[in-house]
């Protein structure tokens, strides 16, 4: 658990540190999710993928929560630092910018990928957690899309987070926040019309306002209208790395149809996986896709790479780089999906990016 610590808790403290001091510290935390990680994982590349998973933590509960109750006081404090650059030393509008960066950052790549972990877990405490997560950054429906349409529909049609192949980011975006937002409220709500005895008394579309109306009053309370900006622009922010992850990690992969029309089991073959060290680490294993998808509820410190799990030629935070120029991406993926099954593979749709 030391690496998956330090690759997640350093980059916290730097930006908190920036966010209160500035200067340094700000770029410190920033570099550390983006330079420090490209370099490790380049330097000790494959390392992970050779990891035995009997030899890793076989939980990591404690480190989940830790960044849970880390999230909201470090949004806050970004918002803070942005909207009103209260701070022990002034924070200059390079600093400002430095820690929506950094903060947005950490939220996409880090805060992500934990409250995702948490929103699988069966106690209810950490699944409340997870939803906080994605509530406070203005996307609470994420917690139910994921679980109740994505890991149901993944890689097919019916799946608004499975790209097609040749679909560009930008024209993916809308639509899987749209898709997914209305397909988790149309799942939920039938969810409950089958059963009168839910975890929530309440619909969970209610709680996930609840809390996007606390952040979002909250930032203008502490900040006024520059707060409410920052909090937008952070939610932003890590909103648009959270459809990268989905975009990137099923891209083009499509579950085949069995003779009775339905589509076959979810296996190895249906998510992209990276292998690279310290990126995983700080993703908590989220580049271990297939294997999630087929042990959804597998603590994130056991999940394992296999020889038949397709790969990513980078990690996953320079894919999703990439993915942000639509013609680079298709030039990089799309004969790696051709040179996969092709049954594995949707056919090729007009390039729109």
Known sequence: ?????????????????????????????VSAITVLCFTIDRLIAGEAARRNADTEFPAGDVLSVTLALLHLPMLLLAVTAIGAGNAVLPL??????????GFGLFFGQIGHPNAHELIHRSGRVLRDLGVMIYATLLMGHHASAHRLVHHVHVATGAD???????????????????????????AETALRSRSSRMGHP????????????????????????????ACLGLAGYA????????????????????????????????????PHLFSSAMMLNAPRHSDHHIHPSRPYPALRLTPDMPRLPHSL?????????????????????????????????????
């Open 92 to 101: 200059t509008p390079w600093d400002r910018i430095g820690v929506l960066i």
């Open 239 to 274: 909103q648009v790395q959270i459809l990268l992850a989905d975009y990137v990690q099923h891209y083009g992969l499509r579950r085949s149809l069995r003779d009775n029309g339905k589509p076959e089991p979810v296996n190895a073959a249906h998510s992209w996986n990276s």
């Open 1 to 29: 658990m030391i690496l998956f610590a330090l690759a997640t808790l350093l980059p916290a403290v730097l930006l908190c540190l920036g966010a209160i001091w500035g200067g340094v510290w700000i770029w410190a935390g």
């Open 160 to 186: 608004p987070n499975s790209a097609p192949k040749g679909l560009g980011f930008w024209r993916f975006a809308p639509r899987a926040w749209l898709g997914s937002f209305r397909a988790g409220l149309r």
């Open 202 to 229: 309440i619909h969970p579309y209610f709680i996930y306002t609840g809390w996007s109306l606390i952040i979002i009053s909250s930032s203008t309370a502490l900040a006024g209208w520059a707060g409410l900006l």
């Open 317 to 353: 935070p320079v894919m999703a780089v990439i993915a942000l120029i639509p013609p680079l991406w298709r030039r990089v993926m799309d004969h790696r999906l051709n040179a996969l099954s092709p049954t594995n593979v949707t056919p090729a749709a007009p390039a729109s990016d």
